[in-house]
């Protein structure tokens, strides 16, 4: 089972089921002010036509309270991400004080060290299969950038994950997401060491260099809302089911960077004059992208790409489902939907390359043809 499968599926629901003890009562009566909130601080807030409450990390606690013992809460209107409502794992409301629940934080435990070792095994199978003495070895030109990209978009990842996870174990949420990008940071140190030992590796100073900004990223979107509207995003489809090369070196997916393009996502209507603004959907997102195709020697050459693609943000598309299909149902929906906005869907693409005129695609990265024409 990938980790992606477990992240998506088998971790929400581990965590409805568990997650039903957290809380005293199911939805804790909060009052009207708060200190915390996830819109703009700056003078960014002006431009998107929002307010500007205080910043996430630093907020002091305030008079929100929950009646009969329960947790103190952020109010959901203030609990937003990019402009629109947050979801947490569970359905529940983020947490201004932990209440850790020793159920789900075990589970959390459990499911955080089951896909290292997962993920060990698997490469130990594969890319670190034989063993050496430790070494450093810099390899900033490696996969022509494609592999540094990789490693922002890969703590990043691992820190929202390990964040989600400890939010609905019941901490505080800026405790769990400064917590998340340490455990994203862990993660990929380890992933650093095991390269250093491998025969056909060693450790890169560079590689750990983009673990830390792409863990760091994830901490300053917490504190820094603009930077929500810019969202790191993958796409993974193999090469060879559109016609190109996979990486002759290539032993497993993760390796396999002739099949990976790494996008920015900004989300354009808050980035817009308001004129403008009021015409565009609140789903429609910009990315810019780039990967590699061909590369390895028995390939040929390599072919850089950059990629101007349309974007969509699947929150702002697809409804809240808990009104819809209640709990636990719509809660995990919203979650995953959440989730999902971090995987580069196939859409409209320009793309650019060193060795062919641009190209335009209908659902990038695929090549569509429909009569002699090619989209």
Sequence with gaps: ????????????????????TSYAVEEPIVGTKSGVALLPTSSSAEHCGMAAPADLLTAQPDDTVATFG??????????TWAGHQRYTIDGQPSLLESRIN??????????????MVGLHLYQKATIWNERAEFRVIEDGSYARGVDKLGHIYGAYIMSYYSGELLQGAGVAHRHAMLYGALMGIVYQSYVEFEDGVGKDWGFSPSDFAFDIIGASYFLLQQSIPFLQYFSPKWSYVP?????????????????????S??????????????PVRQVVPPWL?????????????????????????????????LPNFEPLLGRPVGSVLNWLAQSFNYFKLPTPTLEWSEHH??????????KIRLGGVRL
């Design 1 to 20: 089972m990938s980790c992606d499968l477990v992240c998506r599926w088998v971790v929400p629901l581990a965590f409805v089921v568990l997650g039903n």
């Design 285 to 317: 997102a910009l990315g810019i992208g780039y990967g590699v195709r061909g590369l390895g020697g028995n390939n040929g050459y390599s072919d850089r790409r950059i990629a101007l693609s349309l974007d969509v943000d699947l929150v702002e598309l």
């Design 261 to 274: 393009t790494f996008f920015l996502s900004a989300k354009l209507r808050p980035l817009l004059p308001e």
């Design 70 to 79: 329960a947790p103190r809460t952020i109010p959901w209107q203030e609990f």
């Design 102 to 115: 020793p159920y789900t934080l075990s589970a959390a435990g459990s499911i955080y060290i089951g896909i």
């Design 357 to 366: 005129p641009p190209r335009v695609y209908l659902l990038y990265p695929f």
């Design 239 to 259: 090469a060879h089911w559109y016609g190109e090369a996979e990486r002759a070196e290539g032993r497993t997916f993760i390796d396999d960077y002739s099949s």
